[in-house]
């Protein structure tokens, strides 16, 4: 089976991706083809239709997949703007702090890192919190003991 070809840089054109031929079948008369001719091209037919769907599903997810990862680019770009854009939000904060202690600066940036420091910490004992809470999938171990526990029997009904 020959691989889709690739549309030239720049074309919107979507790959051309490989179908059933659609060649007209040979005419029979009733009682020409024996049963095994006919097995062999509904096989052969059937087959062909499964690659040419495989095929097809293969070229439209890779087409969306592409999508998503563009589109998620944008959205990790937008959080690097964001996250720089934190550090003046927290320069602000300590001006805006600074304000109220006009002759000790430092302590408006001191106020506004006291204050960062304090919502991490609260932020990490909450996923501390919710971390501490996950479990081991006891269900599964349960069935896959109960699987192995089968084997070992039929094995030893086998022997």
């Known amino acids: 089976m020959t691989r889709p070809e690739q549309p030239a840089s720049g074309s919107s054109a979507p790959p051309v991706v ?10 029979r008369q009733d009682g020409d083809a024996s049963v095994g001719s006919l097995v062999k091209e509904v096989t052969t037919h059937v087959s ?11 070229t439209e997810i890779t087409a969306e997949v592409k ?18 854009s ?11 702090f600074n304000l109220i202690w006009p002759t000790q600066q430092w302590a408006g940036y ?9 919502v991490a910490g609260i932020l990490g004992l909450l996923g501390y919190l919710k ?6 999938p006891e269900r599964t171990i349960e069935t896959a003991k109960e699987s192995v526990e089968v084997l070992r029997r039929s094995r030893a009904d086998a022997a």
């Open 86 to 96: 934190l550090f003046f939000f927290f320069i602000a904060v300590s001006e805006a």
């Open 18 to 27: 490989p179908s059933i031929p659609l060649n007209a079948e040979p005419v």
């Open 110 to 118: 001191a106020v506004t890192f006291g204050l960062m420091i304090l």
């Open 48 to 58: 062909t239709l499964v690659r040419a769907e495989v095929e097809l599903a293969k």
């Open 131 to 136: 971390v501490r809470k996950i479990k081991a």
């Open 67 to 84: 999508k998503g990862v563009q589109g998620s680019v944008f959205f990790v770009v937008a959080g690097v703007i964001a996250l720089f």
